[in-house]
């Protein structure tokens, strides 16, 4: 335990030692008749935009008469002078992250001038904060709804138009990249879901300088690597995917941070997802198979052997905003058969319909309820083979197609 003791002291000793290497360098200068080494530490082992560096000289010779003059290579940035070989500098805000090192400009005593360079290296990074999605996306040139039982409806060309639009200059300073990830999915009609399809890409606040901001960007997107096949004009706006969209389906679209590229603390409040409709004909037909059960016959006094079945091609309206479909159908099909082909004397015959639907009614005021399935009332004018024709009242329970 002893000797474990002593390893974990130097193994901190080290990394005191390493840390206070990469804070201060030394370097030769050779002038006329004159060699001499420099000392040049700096106070801090990362910098951040808007943080002042602080930078001595140490020289070991008193005796020179060479001026050392210490120059950083940050676009906007000049190192003065404030006390006895101390040297300060401002980082500006929109500095480009990266590795910056301190060169010497030398000038002896017959004025001829040298340049060194140096291993002391000012490492600058950039904030890494997420920021608030509703500060600076949306969803444009229509907002949809958060809620999916209240989806807008557009019909296909506005949907094509759709785009995840990046405000950046709406992105606070000192929050960094935004690495975001896109999710679209599609509800299929009768409540199956499709495989989502998703989008990693990157945004961040404009440097107002398009070199920058070039240079800013190749750095994200090496960030992101394999993951995100990432294009400049992404920075602002990402299309939807919206290719081969059924009728009446639902589009989710879900934004949120990624945290596999920035580390954070996982904030599930900070996303937006938006809900759209596509919209679709307002006449539609389907086939439903069904189990009837005569409630009323207005030829009771002439019975019939009905089957257990029926088999209808219906047609139904559809509310142009919603996509519900109205509760009351038209159909034409055969009734009271065991099978749609067993149709002959005394066996069944062919119907025409108006159902009632019931399930369509709980659907259409947001109450879940099975979309294939119908349950309610039908009124059927009978034409059965061999029997004269009668109505029918019937209740059903439908599976539809």
């Not at 002291?9 to 002038?31: D, E, K, N, P, Y």
């Not at 307002?282 to 257990?308: H, K």
């Not at 905003?321 to 002959?344: C, E, H, L, W, Y």
């Amino acid at each position: 335990m002893k000797s474990t003791f002593i390893g974990c002291i130097l193994l901190c000793l080290a990394g005191i030692f390493t840390t206070h290497a990469q804070l201060r360098t030394s370097v030769l200068i050779q002038s006329t008749l004159e060699d001499e080494r420099i000392d040049i530490s700096v106070d801090k082992s990362v910098y951040f935009p808007g943080d002042t560096v602080r930078l001595v000289i140490q020289r070991n010779d008193s005796a020179t008469t060479a001026t050392v003059t210490p120059m950083l290579p940050i676009e906007g940035t000049t190192l003065k002078s404030v006390g006895r070989r101390t040297y300060l500098a401002v980082i500006p805000q929109t500095v480009t992250p990266g590795l910056y090192p301190v060169s010497l400009r030398v000038t002896d005593s017959e004025g001829r001038r040298f340049r060194y360079e140096t291993d002391c290296v000012v490492t600058v990074e950039e904030y890494q904060d997420i920021e608030q999605l509703s500060r600076y996306v949306s969803i444009i040139p229509t907002a949809g709804s958060d809620n999916i039982r209240t989806a807008v409806t557009l019909d296909r060309e506005q949907l094509r138009n759709l785009e995840v639009h990046f405000l950046r200059d709406s992105i606070r300073n000192r929050m960094g990249p935004q690495f975001v990830r896109i999710t679209t999915t599609v509800l299929l009609r009768d409540g199956i879901g499709v495989p989502s399809y998703e989008r990693r890409v990157v945004t961040y606040r404009s440097h107002g300088d398009r070199n920058k901001d070039r240079a800013m960007f190749i750095q994200y997107r090496n960030a992101y690597g394999p993951f995100a096949n990432i294009r400049p004009e992404e920075l602002e706006r990402v299309l939807v995917p919206v290719d081969s969209l059924p009728d009446w389906a639902i589009l989710g679209i879900h934004i949120e941070p990624d945290y596999s590229i920035k580390i954070g603390a996982v904030d599930r409040s900070n996303t937006i997802t938006q809900y759209f409709r596509v919209r679709g004909p307002t006449i539609e037909a389907g086939f439903s198979l069904a189990i009837p059960r005569v409630l009323y016959d207005t030829r009771a006094d002439d019975p019939l052997d009905y089957g257990n079945f029926s088999a209808m091609v219906r047609f139904y309206s559809v509310d142009l905003k919603t996509g519900n479909r109205f509760p009351v159908s038209a159909g034409i099909g055969v009734f009271g058969v065991n099978s749609p082909a067993d149709v002959g004397i005394g066996r069944g015959g062919f119907a025409l319909s108006a159902f009632l639907d019931l399930a369509e009614m709980l659907r259409i005021v947001n109450i879940s309820f099975t979309k294939k399935v119908n349950i309610g009332l039908e009124v059927a004018p009978f034409l059965p083979i061999g029997k004269r024709g009668r109505l029918l009242l019937v209740a059903q329970a439908a599976f539809s197609f």
